[in-house]
Nanobody, 113 residues
Framework: QVQLVESGGGLVQAGGSLRLSCAAS????????MGWYRRALGKERELVAF???????TYADSVKGRFTISRDNAKNTLDLQMNSLKPEDTAVYYC???????WGQGTQVTVSS
């Protein structure tokens, strides 16, 4: 059992950057995969990026080269660095663990044009 809490969302202009953070209530050392999803208004939730325990990463084509996912097992945190943000990145972003078994409450990211 693990609780996840996201932070770092906000309002930015196109081309700007944000760093999202997800804090876990217990050790994430044994969790093989953690990731970030997002849901835009009127759309289905979609995978943004995920990272395995060994550190291998996967990104959605729409964010590849702009976003970077990372994890710090010692600090029990999962981060998402978002650069060169676009209006189409506007969504609620969710942290997840164990292939979607656990979810955070979400944090709003809004990118103005």
């Amino acid at each position: 059992q693990v609780q996840l809490v996201e932070s770092g969302g906000g309002l930015v202009q196109a081309g700007g950057s944000l760093r999202l953070s997800c804090a876990a209530s217990r050790s994430i050392f044994s969790i093989n995969a953690m990731g970030w999803y997002r849901r835009a208004l009127g759309k289905e939730r979609e995978l943004v990026a995920f990272i395995s325990g060994p550190g291998t990463t996967t990104y959605a084509d729409s964010v590849k080269g702009r976003f970077t996912i990372s994890r710090d097992n010692a600090k029990n945190t999962l981060d998402l660095q978002m650069n060169s943000l676009k209006p189409e990145d506007t969504a609620v972003y969710y942290c997840c663990a164990d292939y979607g078994q656990y979810w955070g409450q979400g944090t709003q990211v809004t990118v103005s044009s």
